[in-house]
């Protein structure tokens, strides 16, 4: 049986939502940060590059409605709150690692192919 088969058309969700969820561009940053522990919302904030507070709050819920995320309140004052991955999510933690790494590595050569195409296109 293939994964796509693994969904029947009871399942909440399809493989291609689950699938859209993981590879959205703040929730694989997100995730990266948490696998190294739990982090408040001002850790995520100064350590996500580009993110506004509005999308990190949007995309932290909806991670935690999906389930990939847990947030805690801690009665304090003022209060405290964190954010953590759940442990299925922690099974992303190798190849969210993997493909943070091959963005790294090969940023510059997407960099350069973008100029190359747009340069063509604008003639």
């Given at each position: ?13 399809s493989l291609?939502?689950?699938?859209g ?5 703040w ?15 001002s ?11 509005r ?5 932290l ?63």
């Amino acid at each position: 049986m293939s994964d796509a088969e693994d969904f029947s058309a009871e399942e909440p969700c399809s493989l291609r939502e689950v699938l859209g969820l993981v590879g959205d561009k703040w929730t694989m940053q997100i995730l990266v940060r948490l696998t190294d522990g739990p982090r408040r919302f001002s850790e995520l904030e100064h350590g996500i590059e580009g993110i506004s507070r509005r999308m990190l709050a949007l995309t932290l819920r909806n991670l935690e409605r999906n389930g990939l995320v847990t947030r805690t309140v801690y009665a304090e004052v003022p209060p405290r709150v964190e954010y953590a991955i759940t442990e299925h999510a922690a099974e992303l933690d190798a190849p969210l690692h993997a493909l943070s790494a091959w963005a790294a590595k090969h940023r510059s050569i997407v960099g350069q192919a973008r100029r190359a195409y747009d340069a063509t296109k604008a003639s």
